[in-house]
């Protein structure tokens, strides 16, 4: 169920109206890709780069107008994964490194979220698209997110469905034994339903290949913030 | 010479057995005529939904059916399947998978922009769909977020903006409200295509629907005036 509401609320902060959200999806998803890039080609003994790149970042956070906090436990997500491999650099006594780990990672997951929060799935897809993405990928793209939402909705039913029958949600052993019966419900259930949708694409007409993307005009505004957002990251990462 | 009235669908002989073994059409014959409406009864797993399923090539039993003039069996070229898929709409029992894509306004185009037409027109088209059944306020929210009876309403402008020669409403009432029921039942008196319309709810079929046909088991038990059948297999409230 967490998975589903977290789905949720970057889908509802991707519909907001701030500057961020205005500027045109393919601008902010190279602004992106600068950004990424930097980042992971940043040496490790320039700490003050990395403090920059979270100023950069945290800006477009605050012109996008999104809840800093929460988007910080979101990206706060990869930190268990990061942190592992830092452990180990720091145990073999590397501490720069395995700061540095830690800082790219994090710096890298919170710019996509960013990305995520402030442009609407359609509008992503339709990016992706301009920019070449072969379209099998962006099939696969957008099967993927459907079913993932497709499981989280699920489990958030079966959930519900054992609560009011007194089921799981306790953390008991028979808790536990329930669990684990459901999920294979679980797996044999969003397998139906996938193949249910299958199904209703199929219906409407579905041949394999979805309707050419949406071309709205890259406006002054958009070449701007694209301007401004690669210069201002190349200028950090090269420390001018 | 032309018959006096034309055959839009005609399917003989229909057998299907699911894979894990349930027979589920056993022998079904049953023709209907253009402009005809057909109410379709019978219980709980009698074999209703795996019937219309066929009838536009989602699921191939034994047998044959032809939707105007256009065969289905299992050597059924892609285009043949598009083009039965463009006359036949059907509208699943379930409409949380019959809505997949990202906006209320995207899924109803969907179907419409299979179909080959441009984006604008498609938008067009699902805009004037979405009027139809009172959803044109929700265009741009994602479906998953909608209520059920909402969820229901989009799925049948999902359809109608196709404008298919055959509209299959699988338990089409479902979780709508009173006012959504009427304004539905008038929305179909409205509609000049044939209809087959798979319910449970038999004063609405009566409503609309001059004919019945009862499955049993997988076969037609009874096909004739609606309150012949109604009557005949005690299918209603009131009767005993
Ligand atoms: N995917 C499936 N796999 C196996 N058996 C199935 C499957 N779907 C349906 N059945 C079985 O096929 C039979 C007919 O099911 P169907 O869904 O067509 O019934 P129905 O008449 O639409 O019922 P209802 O009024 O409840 O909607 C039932 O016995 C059902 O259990
Ligand atoms: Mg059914």
């Known amino acids: 169920m967490a998975s589903a509401l977290r789905h949720a609320s970057v889908e509802r902060w991707s519909r907001g109206s701030s500057p961020l959200h205005r500027v045109d999806a393919r601008a902010k998803l190279i602004a992106l890709l600068v950004f990424l890039t930097a980042v992971a080609t940043t040496s490790k003994h320039a700490p003050w780069i990395y403090a920059a790149f979270f100023v950069l970042l945290g800006s477009a956070i605050f012109l996008a107008r999104l809840p800093v906090m929460a988007m910080l436990a979101r990206a706060a997500l990869v930190l268990p994964f990061s942190a592992v491999f830092a452990a180990m650099t720091w145990w073999a006594g590397d501490f720069p490194t395995a700061a540095v780990l830690v800082a790219k990672s994090f710096l890298s997951i919170l710019a996509a979220l960013t990305l995520a929060a402030s442009t609407p799935w359609v509008r992503l897809l339709d990016a992706l698209a301009f920019l070449r993405v072969p379209r099998p990928l962006l099939l696969v793209i957008q099967f993927l997110a459907r079913y993932l939402f497709v499981v989280g909705n699920q489990v958030a039913h079966m959930r519900l469905a054992a609560q009011a029958r007194g089921g799981i949600g306790k953390s008991s052993l028979s808790g536990f034994h329930a669990a684990a019966g459901a999920v294979g419900v679980l797996f044999a259930r969003s397998w139906e339903r996938a193949d249910g949708i299958y199904k209703a694409m199929l219906a409407r007409g579905f041949t394999g290949r979805f309707p050419a993307p949406q071309v709205a005009p890259f406006l002054a505004r958009d070449v701007a913030f694209l301007c401004a957002a690669v210069f201002v990251t190349v200028a950090v990462r090269f420390a001018l | ?240």
């Open chain 2, 1 to 240: 010479m032309k018959p006096e009235t034309e055959n839009v669908i005609d399917v003989r002989g229909l057998r299907y057995r699911y894979p894990d073994g349930t027979l589920a059409l056993d022998g079904i014959d049953f023709r209907l005529h253009a402009g005809e409406c057909a109410a379709v009864f019978g219980a709980n797993g009698s074999g209703k939904t795996t019937f219309v399923m066929h009838l536009n090539g989602l699921l191939r039993g034994e047998g044959s059916i032809e939707v105007c003039g256009l065969r289905i069996d299992g050597s059924a070229k892609a285009d043949t399947l598009a083009a039965v898929r463009a006359r036949v709409g059907l509208v699943f029992q379930n409409s949380e998978e019959q809505l997949f894509m990202p906006t209320v306004l995207a899924d109803v185009a969907f179907g419409v922009a299979n179909m080959g037409l441009s984006s604008e027109n498609a938008a067009r088209k699902a805009k004037e769909a979405l009027e139809q059944v009172g959803m044109a306020g929700a265009a741009e929210k994602a479906p998953y977020h909608l209520s059920a009876g909402e969820k229901r309403r989009v799925a049948i402008a999902g359809v109608l903006a196709m404008q298919p020669d055959i509209l299959v409403l699988d338990e089409p009432t479902t979780s709508l409200d009173p006012p959504g029921q009427r304004e539905l039942l008038q929305l179909l008196r409205r509609l000049p295509q044939a209809k087959i319309l798979v319910t449970h709810d038999v004063d609405f079929a009566a409503a609309l629907a001059a004919r019945a046909v009862f499955f049993e088991r997988g076969r037609i038990a009874g096909d004739g005036e609606i309150h012949s059948i109604i009557e005949q297999f005690h299918w209603s409230r009131g009767s005993e």
